[in-house]
């Protein structure tokens, strides 16, 4: 409190407790990550990591590279949306790429044309039924639904049961994992309508670009939702003190049970993009994308603990993820070292959070 | 004094399984009166306060609040009612910053879209800054969030709260427990201008010089029950600390 000054009115002013914004520590992380590639390229392979090298293309960035990046993370991200205002609640969500494999295996059964070639379709797994070349509302509509049923079911569980949302999570995770291969006993299942697949891959504004247009818009709303909006200040209420909230007359229970399905139903948007994306639904989708969309938040600056994080950070977060998967295969480095480095770094996000909270403890 | 009884209970009683943690107690509150209630640990002080604001469900009595009896469900009831708490464990959200937590679960909404509703986040600090000067708090930056402000801020911003949205009575209990000497002034200022402004006010507390500062009236808990309730005018300090430590108030001694 050395440096504090009262002034002649009384008003005090302590510049040491105007915080600067933690994402913009995290932006100033991702510039330095992308300067490390940037000079590790020149220095290992002679070439640049993010600037266009090539006479045939006249473009100061390699274009190329930087759609890859955001691309391979979008659908992730939307997921990470979805997850930060759960983590922001204080709980967290284990379930969602599970959710992802059991509604794109869904949604995929209510997506299959009718005919391929000129030849029936008869391997359509609801063809007995004639439910084929259904109008693209009708996979959309169940994507959604199959999303927010799972959300809604973990949010009763925590909300209700007052079991920890890492359990319920756990346990939704399993389950919807069993209900992606249940339904066609392990198959994938491709061949989508036209009118599906141009989901993902029709041409918004450029095509090749839709999820990362469906990410913005995303992120977009829950940014404004979370920062203007009833719902965005009673979700830091509940992660900042759930007691003072219930208190003060928040209904914890039901807007716990509100963030969960939001969450959900992210995981239904990621598991239609997804599979409009690449025209069929595996078994496996989204294994272990849960993990990777809660590192996205917490390197983004969102706590584990509860009440901080915002979706900028998150964004932000998301961002530095497909710069170093990008950077690791332009180093070709190969995908074992990447996923061994990838722990270190979700790991060292959490570490770095939890250094945060004890210096801010030590300061307060 | 003005005549007028805002509060008043009637062999109010809560047994928590075998331990009769308040037993038969008559309390009183006027019009803009101040009064504490002092009393050796477990003798009852916080517990006749939980069972007025509908916290817990007391066993037996009645409770008449601005002349009606009143029976609480919870304590959304009682602060529906113009009663407001400030509770020992402050009850602020320490990542919000102080309009946020002044109007938390009673946000000021411009437009109207169910859970999503958007926000008036200038009328609240509007309204905001007009509480803390009402209140004559001085905090320096609103948009600071809790977590980076001193104990005594954030008890001013907890005061603040209650005095701001009371319209008919406060309770405190323990305001000052955690303070230091200057930020406890500053509560006790505070106090001061509630009672200037006619609001009513209990006040649980530990400090008897704070108490023979602040009120009017002091009323003795020991053992569950009300022992003594003396003008303050009428009594001194040892006079209170021998009805605290049951040297003195018939009932208890006789036992």
Same mark, same amino acid.
């Given at each position: #409190? ?60 390699? %274009? ?43 949604? #995929? ?93 029709? %041409? ?26 009833? !719902? ?20 914890? %229970? ?5 963030? !969960? ?23 496996? #989708?989204?294994? #272990?994308? %849960? ?45 074992? !070292? ?27 | ?255």
């Amino acid at each position: #409190m050395a440096q504090t000054s009262h002034g002649v009115g009384d008003l005090t002013f302590d510049s040491s407790k105007r915080a600067r914004p933690p994402e913009l520590n995290v932006f100033f992380g991702l510039i330095l990550i992308v300067l490390v590639f940037e000079v590790l390229g020149w220095l290992l392979l002679g070439d640049s990591f993010l600037f266009n090298t090539r006479d045939s293309v006249d473009t100061l960035f390699n %274009e190329q590279r930087l759609q890859i990046i955001v691309l391979q993370v979008a659908i992730v991200g939307i997921l990470a949306v979805g997850v930060t205002q759960v983590i922001i609640t204080g709980g967290i969500d284990l379930s969602s790429g599970s959710v992802v494999g059991a509604t794109a295996m869904i949604t #995929m059964a209510f997506a299959q044309a009718g005919t391929l070639n000129g030849v029936d379709n008869t391997r359509a797994v609801f063809w007995d039924q004639g439910w084929v070349d259904l109008p693209v509302i009708v996979p959309i509509v169940v994507a959604l639904l199959c999303g927010v049923t799972a959300g809604f079911i973990n949010g009763m569980v925590i909300a209700y049961t007052k079991i920890p949302p890492f359990i319920a999570t756990l346990g939704m995770m399993v389950s919807a994992r069993g209900m992606a291969k249940w339904l066609t006993k392990g198959q994938p299942i491709s061949f989508p309508t036209e009118s599906y697949a141009s989901i993902a891959n029709g %041409e918004i504004i450029a095509t090749g670009w839709n999820p990362v247009i469906y990410f913005v818009i995303i992120a977009t709303l829950f940014h404004l939702a979370l920062k203007y909006t009833l !719902y965005g200040k009673h979700t830091y209420a509940i992660g900042s003190n759930s007691e003072a909230a219930r208190i003060a007359g928040i209904k914890v %229970e039901r807007h716990l049970v509100l963030v !969960y399905s939001i969450a959900g139903l992210m995981a239904g948007i990621a598991a239609l993009i997804l599979t409009s994306r690449n025209l069929t639904a595996q078994t496996g #989708m989204g294994v #272990m994308y %849960e993990l990777d969309a809660i590192a996205m938040a917490v390197i983004g600056g969102v706590s584990l603990s509860g009440g901080r994080g915002s979706i900028i950070g998150t964004a932000l977060g998301m961002l530095i993820f497909g710069v170093i998967i990008s950077g690791f295969t332009f180093l070709k480095i190969d995908a074992y !070292y990447q996923e061994m480095i990838k722990g270190v770094i979700i790991v060292s996000a959490v570490v770095a959070d939890v250094w945060r909270q004890k210096r801010r403890a030590m300061q307060g | 004094m003005n005549d007028k009884i805002i509060l008043k209970t009637e062999k109010l009683t809560k047994h928590y399984g075998g331990v009769h943690a308040l037993q038969d107690a008559d309390f009183e509150l006027h019009e803009g009166e101040h009064v504490a209630i002092v009393g050796d640990n477990g003798a009852g002080k916080s517990t006749i306060v939980r069972q007025i604001t509908g916290v817990e469900q007391r066993t037996s009595g009645k409770v008449w609040f601005d002349g009606q009896e009143v029976n609480f469900a919870g304590p959304l009831d009682s602060r529906h009612a113009g009663m407001e708490t400030v509770y020992q464990n402050l009850a602020l959200c320490d990542d919000l910053d102080v309009p946020s937590n002044l109007y938390l679960g009673r946000e000021i909404i411009k437009f109207y879209l169910g859970p999503f509703s958007i926000l008036d986040r200038k009328a609240m600090r509007v309204a905001t800054e007009a509480a803390l000067k009402r209140t004559a708090v001085k905090i320096p930056n609103l948009s600071n969030t809790i977590r980076h402000m001193s104990g005594g801020q954030r008890q001013c911003v907890a005061i603040a709260r209650s005095a701001s949205f009371a319209s008919k009575l406060i309770i405190m209990d323990e305001p000052t427990a955690a303070l230091g000497v200057q930020e406890t002034g500053q509560v006790e200022n505070i106090i001061r201008n509630l009672k200037a402004e006619g609001v009513p006010l209990i006040l649980i507390s530990h400090n008897l010089r704070q108490v023979f500062d602040l009120v009017d009236r002091i009323v003795v808990f020991r053992r569950g029950r009300i022992v003594a309730s003396l003008n303050k005018n009428e009594t001194d300090g040892q006079d209170i600390v021998q009805y605290i430590t049951g040297v003195k108030g018939g009932l208890e001694t006789a036992a």
